[in-house]
């Protein structure tokens, strides 16, 4: 009796020994289970947020540790590449604003000297289309010029308190003897009260004037032109819409793109240089704001200008 007593408590000690060997590595492989879910949650925010923060592991297990290290070595080198990049850029950009400036000059005097010759000539059909077609190199020139200034940082943007019914109603009545003699029908929502934006002036007539513009241009087919001012509590929303052909989902994806222009090549009364809306798109986002594109072909296209909202 006595010795099977031995073996039981032998064998239970056996088993809890056994048992404690096995909840100690169960123990140890959760652990390491949840410093890589750590790890990994981390990787995911710092992608997501596109900051520089590093890899914290807190532990002692060597393997985690050596892990660490080699994600932080690779994070400080991708922050590394991003700096360069960005430095890279930067320069090109302002490298592309000075080339446009130095071609710029000289086509000014080009033309100067080809409005000359067309005085002293009188009619001349081979100057007036030489000096439209300069005219049509310099204003792409300053297209290019003042993207240049914009991406590389260099255009004085004033934000100031904008009422921005007074903006669009001084926009629309600029427009109002080419509206009126194309036959547009055109249809106005703005409040007579005041809605102030933060805005820039200029940045702001510039976008106008290029939606306007593109409604004429583009959306001449439907003869229609509405300007909405909407808003909610954060944002104001500024809706320009034409009734014309309209944008497919394809070229909607592109439309903002810089030199991107969706008319028939053979079109050149309509022909655009594709340089309008980037430019528009660039204005507003400077101003902490957006531009936002809805559009079903030969139904309605609405472009929408986002604007950040004052409240007082």
Do not use: W
């Not at 710092?46 to 994600?71: H, R, W």
């Not at 980037?278 to 986002?285: F, R, S, V």
């Amino acid at each position: 009796m006595r010795d099977e007593t031995i073996l039981f408590f032998m064998a239970a000690a056996i088993v809890c020994l056994l048992l404690a060997v096995f909840y100690q590595r169960f123990a140890f492989h959760r652990g390491i289970q949840e410093k890589l879910r750590q790890i990994c949650e981390k990787l995911e925010e710092i992608s997501e947020t596109d900051s520089d923060e590093k890899v914290m592991v807190f532990t002692d297990n060597p393997v985690l540790m050596e892990l660490g290290a080699q994600i932080n070595r690779l994070l400080t080198e991708r922050q590394k590449i991003r700096a360069d990049f960005k430095r890279e850029e930067i320069a090109s950009k302002k490298m592309l604003s000075n080339i446009s400036h130095d071609i710029k000059t000289p086509l000014t005097v080009i033309l100067g000297y080809l409005e000359i010759m067309r005085l002293d000539r009188g009619e001349d059909e081979m100057l007036e289309k030489t000096e439209a077609k300069a005219k049509q190199v310099l204003d792409l020139i300053n297209q290019f010029f003042s993207l240049a200034k914009l991406e590389a940082g260099d255009t004085d943007i004033r934000l100031e308190k904008i009422n921005i019914s007074e903006v669009c109603r001084e926009n629309v009545l600029e427009f109002y003897d080419i509206l009126l003699q194309k036959e547009f029908e055109v249809e106005l929502s703005i409040p007579e009260s005041a809605v102030f934006v933060q805005g820039d002036p200029d940045a702001l007539q510039r976008i106008f004037c290029n939606l306007l513009s593109n409604v004429i241009r583009y959306g001449s087919d439907g003869n229609y032109l509405g300007v909405f001012v909407r808003q909610d509590s954060r944002n104001v929303y500024i809706d320009v819409t034409d009734r014309g052909k309209g944008i497919g989902p394809e070229a909607a994806a592109h439309v903002f793109d810089r030199l991107y222009t969706m008319e028939d090549s053979r079109n050149r009364e309509i022909q655009g240089n594709g340089l309008g809306l980037t430019i528009a798109k660039n204005l507003a986002g400077q101003m902490g704001g957006d531009i936002l594109l809805n559009s079903t072909p030969n139904v309605k296209t609405t472009f929408s200008v986002k604007l950040k909202k004052i409240n007082y």
